[in-house]
């Protein structure tokens, strides 16, 4: 015997919550791209020099020599850590580089990219599947299936 499609619950009609979540999922996804070609594009043109951790107190400071000779110490905010004296490489626009020096790991470099993926993709393409938000009353949204 074979379940017809009358079998199944039908989905819940998409409310204005859900509408609501989905343009914040296609927003943080669209800042993501964003994100992503500004990361490409400082890539293309930046330089790389060996740094050092001067100072690890949550996010470390960073001292580095431009290819110029000026000597730059930046606080990198995230995407490494590292006791005083680990060595690291440093990527930065040597038009600018006190201003866009990173540390050159994975994290530090495309973590501003990362982080709204599975937010955007979660409140973009749940909906898709069958989750509704509803409003729950004055303390929030909830997600219902």
């Known amino acids: 015997m074979t ?8 989905k819940p009609a ?25 990361t490409t594009v400082f890539l293309s043109h930046a330089s ?6 001067v100072k690890s107190s949550g996010h470390p400071t960073i001292r580095f020599e ?21 060595v690291v490489q440093v990527a930065y626009d ?3 580089p006190a201003e866009t ?3 050159a790991t994975f994290l530090a470099i495309w973590g501003d990219v990362l982080w709204g993926l599975p937010a955007g ?3 973009l393409v749940l909906p ?3 989750a509704r938000f509803v409003l729950t009353g004055r303390y929030g949204n909830a997600i219902s299936r």
């Open 3 to 10: 379940a017809s499609s009358t079998d199944r619950p039908a």
């Open 14 to 38: 998409m409310n204005i919550a859900t509408v609501i979540a989905m343009i914040i999922g296609a927003a943080v996804l669209a800042f993501c791209v964003v994100q992503a070609y500004r």
């Open 48 to 53: 790389r020099a060996p740094g050092v951790v």
């Open 66 to 86: 431009t290819a110029q000779g000026q000597r730059i110490e930046f606080v990198q905010n995230g995407g490494m850590d590292g006791p005083p004296g680990t």
């Open 94 to 96: 040597p038009a600018a």
């Open 101 to 103: 020096a990173r540390a």
């Open 121 to 123: 993709l979660g409140f």
């Open 128 to 130: 898709l599947f069958g």
